[in-house]
């Protein structure tokens, strides 16, 4: 049984904690990396987290990561509305995948936020729990390994 979880950041949240704390929160990235590694620590599992700007690099990390994983668990920031080439790579994963957004995108003021194309990929989705919803997804991969 594989016990990597791959943690995939898209674009500008290497910035967070830095802008817009009302809506993103005050923590950083290697905040939530930490949160991802004390849920995964304790159960014996790693973490590969990334972030990236760029998205032929999210599409390539995807793809090398195909199989071999417990499970992703991605944040596709704005890659989640425009990002068809991260959605295909995504439907040819072997592991369960789910999509995180700190933020409620279905509660945004702009509408288009909510219509994440990356969902039709995901197994699951955890919106507006703040950088907290990335512990509880990496907790739902393991769970799910569990069962396997
Ligand atoms: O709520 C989320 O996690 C988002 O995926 C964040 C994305 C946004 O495009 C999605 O609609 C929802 C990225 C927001 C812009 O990047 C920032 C990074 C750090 C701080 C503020 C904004």
Not at 44 to 63: C, L, P, Y
């Amino acid at each position: 049984m594989s016990r990597t979880i791959l943690v995939l950041n898209g674009p500008n949240l290497n910035l967070l904690g830095e802008r817009e704390p009302e809506i993103y929160g005050s923590e950083t990235l290697a905040d939530v990396a930490q949160s991802c590694r004390a849920v995964a620590d304790e159960a014996g599992f790693a973490i590969d987290f990334r972030q990236t700007n760029v998205e032929h690099e999210m599409v390539e990390w995807i793809q090398e990561n195909r199989t071999g994983l417990a499970g992703i668990v991605i944040n596709p920031a704005a890659f989640s509305y425009a990002g068809y080439p991260i959605l295909d790579a995504l439907k040819m994963v072997d592991c369960p995948i789910v999509e995180v957004h700190i933020s409620n995108i279905h509660r945004r003021e702009e509408e288009w936020r909510a219509n994440s194309l990356m969902t039709k990929a995901a197994t699951g989705i955890i919106s507006g729990l703040g950088i907290h919803g990335y512990a509880l997804a990496v907790r739902h991969v393991i769970w799910l390994a569990g069962r396997a």
